[in-house]
T-cell receptor, first 117, second 117 residues
Framework: AQTVTQSQPEMSVQEAETVTLSCTYD???????LFWYKQPPSRQMILVIR??????QNATENRFSVNFQKAAKSFSLKISDSQLGDAAMYFC??????????????FGTGTRLTIIP | EAGVAQSPRYKIIEKRQSVAFWCNPI?????LYWYQQILGQGPKLLIQ????????DSQLPKDRFSAERLKGVDSTLKIQPAKLEDSAVYLC???????????????FGPGTRLLVL
């Protein structure tokens, strides 16, 4: 079974600065997808960014980018120019690729990000 | 495009009572998921439907939890009888499936917060 580990329960960053959230995972599959979800206090889970394991290039979405290290099974999220609206719980998640196993999302325990004005 | 709808948003019951949650996925989404999110943890999949068929219910406590999606659209999740440890947020998500795009995204509803006293 796949596992996802987020070793930072809480992080804080000054507004406009850059912060990196860590995620490691364990799997024996060769093809899979990795996601970062944001969950603000309203509880609605929102997709931030996704990465396909077979793609070498790191995904980028505006101020959000990932550092995907497949051999190390590491998938960190970098938030640049942090804004007050970025404050939330951030969850790293893993999903098998079609044909490789159950396609359910396996989540980490989350990192609470606080933005300091 | 309307998002995933869930009701109620909050529910307080006493142990041994029964409770039901409702979810209406995004129009056209074939796959529907129910997750349980206990405080301080990431969401855990309870059950996954493909249209009105169950794909995965391996982590559903079947002695007390049941779920159905009779017409392949909206779904209900029931707990009977409830236990104290069922206190959690119950998240519903949906995804399109059956498309060539492998980058299938799960879209989450706002969740139902259940407190069992």
């Amino acid at each position: 079974a796949q596992t996802v580990t987020q070793s930072q329960p809480e992080m804080s960053v000054q507004e406009a600065e850059t912060v990196t959230l860590s995620c490691t995972y364990d799997t024996s599959e060769s093809d899979y997808y990795l996601f970062w979800y944001k969950q603000p206090p309203s509880r609605q889970m929102i997709l931030v960014i996704r990465q396909e394991a077979y793609k070498q290039q790191n995904a980028t979405e505006n101020r959000f980018s990932v550092n995907f290290q497949k051999a190390a099974k590491s998938f960190s999220l970098k938030i640049s120019d942090s804004q007050l609206g970025d404050a939330a719980m951030y969850f790293c998640a893993y999903r098998s690729a079609p044909g490789f196993g159950n396609e359910k999302l396996t989540f980490g325990t989350g990192t609470r990000l606080t933005i300091i004005p | 495009e309307a998002g995933v709808a869930q009701s109620p948003r909050y529910k307080i019951i006493e142990k041994r009572q029964s409770v039901a949650f409702w979810c209406n996925p995004i129009s056209g989404h074939a796959t529907l998921y129910w997750y349980q999110q206990i405080l301080g943890q990431g969401p855990k999949l309870l059950i996954q439907f493909q249209n009105n068929g169950v794909v995965d219910d391996s982590q559903l406590p079947k002695d007390r939890f049941s779920a159905e999606r009779l017409k392949g659209v909206d779904s209900t999740l029931k707990i009977q009888p409830a236990k104290l440890e069922d206190s959690a947020v119950y998240l519903c998500a949906s995804s399109l499936r059956f498309v060539a795009d492998k980058q299938e995204t799960q879209y989450f509803g706002p969740g139902t917060r259940l407190l069992v006293l």
